[in-house]
């Protein structure tokens, strides 16, 4: 029997395209391409909207527990990838992994497996990255942080963060996909957001910006900058979100017309650190 070739539209949640999955099989059909709502429609094929239904997304996420246990996050991982039309390539993997079994796993130049892996890898390097170059900003009360991911990557954080200011409300927005991790009294959640915009920092909050800036400068020795070194460790791409290269209109607080007005805590002036100590300190005690 000939598989009949259609185009599927779905929510755009990993659900939904276990759904599309699940349709293709049941249903004899061969997408040509699996589209989320409001993506350009290409006119060759029928369009049909697959509904999501939690029942026939677990029956397919067992069937991958049945080839090997950790196929199902792996494929996971791939869905919150930036990859380009990540949904047929994993659709083909898909099919391929039914046909060929787990042997398929172990081939990792194969030509559906390899860009899955390559994606993945990417995926778990921007999220080790902004681990450590996510910068919070306290707003009455409630930590907040911006972000410009390629890979939708709050899923990878989430446990993170939720471990590590687990006494904490706070909140993580992504600018890319427009979507907030929301954390408070033990509890987060992942929602849209489509309109947001940081509220500007108070007086308490510009002066602690300004000290975190210069730290940031002071600890710098001038004679050893390497532009090149610094953007291989902190690459570009992540400056626009962290206060070390802020504008100088984020340091403003609120109530406040100019920076001059904000001086930070006990802080003097920026001074290079020395290229060598100036002096031998004493040994520590036995």
Same mark, same amino acid.
């Given at each position: 029997m000939a598989w009949r070739e259609i185009i599927y539209e779905y929510d755009g949640s990993f659900d939904g395209f276990l759904c599309c999955i699940y349709e293709s099989y049941t249903q004899k059909e061969r997408p040509t391409a699996i589209l989320c709502d409001g993506d350009d429609e290409p006119g060759l094929f029928e369009i049909r909207a697959v509904l999501t239904d939690r029942a026939h997304a677990k029956r397919v996420y067992r069937s991958f527990f049945k080839i090997s246990p950790d196929v199902g996050s792996f494929l996971r991982r791939v869905f919150l990838t930036c990859m380009d039309?990540?949904?047929?390539?994993?659709y083909r993997f898909i099919v391929k992994l039914y046909r060929d079994g787990a042997p398929l796993l172990t081939r990792l130049s194969d030509e559906t497996y390899h860009p899955l892996l390559r994606a993945v890898r990417q995926l778990s390097g921007e999220a080790e990255a902004l681990r450590g170059f996510i910068r919070f900003s306290e707003l009455s009360g409630v930590l907040g942080a911006e972000i410009e991911p390629k890979n939708r990557i709050l899923p990878m954080l989430r446990k993170h963060f939720c471990d590590r200011y687990h006494n904490e409300s706070f909140f993580i927005y992504d600018r890319t996909h427009r979507e907030a991790l929301l954390y408070a009294n033990g509890v987060s959640r992942i929602v849209p957001l489509a309109q947001f915009e940081m509220a500007p920092p108070d007086e308490h909050e510009a002066n602690y910006r300004r000290l975190w800036r210069r730290f940031y400068d002071t600890i710098a020795i001038r004679e050893r900058e390497n532009h090149k070194l610094r953007m291989t460790h902190m690459p570009k791409r992540y400056w626009n979100t962290m206060t070390e290269f802020q504008k100088e209109d984020d340091f403003i607080p609120r109530s406040q017309g100019s920076v001059e007005a904000a001086p930070a805590p006990c802080?003097?002036?920026?001074?290079? !650190?020395?290229?060598?100590?100036?002096?031998? !300190?004493p040994s520590a005690p036995a």
């Open positions: 039309d990540k949904e047929m390539a994993m802080v003097p002036a920026a001074t290079p !650190a020395p290229e060598k100590p100036t002096g031998c !300190a």
